[in-house]
């Protein structure tokens, strides 16, 4: 315990041994520090001696774990906000916050090129955690000044919501933040919540209860096991953008689109389709019932400040 917080603490141990791991105490404690790299990867809590074959890859990997450290020391990260859209009325109605590195070197840096390692070495529930509280906080003056009714919709991955304190961390920076349980929709995968029904079964009633709502991200790419639809306070449906992606030529993709809608109608769940990018994908998903929309056709990720003049012009004036 410290303080009033409980802290969950592992070790993780690279071990280098003179002279195979190094010649001089300098190149003892890099190749140290790459095998305790090597642990980490795996998933940390544990040990490694360092061998000569864990090379350049590994060297390059480490070099990027501790850039992805350095930047949440030093506030390199942004939260960007994409849009998702009134289908019927093109009205912004919620925003998607979606993480940015802007790198001191290599400028804008886009999740695809950190994210999967920050993922293998348990940085992301960190990362997470910072873009729920800085979006609760902007987003939260929004709502103060004009917009009662914007959303937040935040991304998490299945190693945060399998944590035992997942809810109570989630609720904390809610209560720190003043931010408004039923402006927040949380978005998680079919596999997170597959991995134990059970757990999640609990977990998710427990922030429905607080007003927060559930959305299935990349929803009809993992399981599809429909009868957790049943069990579960799940209120929107995310078709995912490579359904939406090839609509317009593959009548496949077009049929999953068809089926996710109206199972969704059925069901009385709302429906998001993600990357949605031409007029004709957006008229196909709005005659479909499709209520919102997510996609560069209405604009890509923005910092928070493009955002709010957008929510501040009407919604016949939205550049599209």
Known sequence: MLGEHEAFVGVSIGISIFPVGGESVDELIKN???????????????????????????????????EIRKALDHGEFKVFYQPQINAKTNEVIGVEALVRWEHPTRGLVFPGEFLPLAEETRLMSDISEWVLKTACSEVQSWINNGHPNIRL??????????????????????????????????EITENAIMNDLEQMTKKLNRLAEHGITIAIDDFGTGYSSLNYLRQLPIHTLKVDQSFVKDIEETMGDACIVNAIVNMAHGLKLNIVAEGVETETQLDYLRNLGCQEIQGFYFGKAEPGSHVLQRLKTLPDRIAI
């Open 153 to 186: 919709s935040v991304n998490f991955s299945a190693h945060q919501v399998e944590h035992p304190r997942f809810v109570d961390r989630l609720l904390d920076v809610l209560q720190e933040n003043n931010f408004p349980s039923e402006n927040l929709e949380i």
């Open 32 to 66: 140290a520090d790459t095998a305790m790299y090597h642990v980490k990867s795996r998933g940390k809590d544990g040990y490694q001696f360092f061998s000569p074959s864990m090379g350049v890859a590994d060297s390059n990997r480490i070099h990027l774990e501790r």
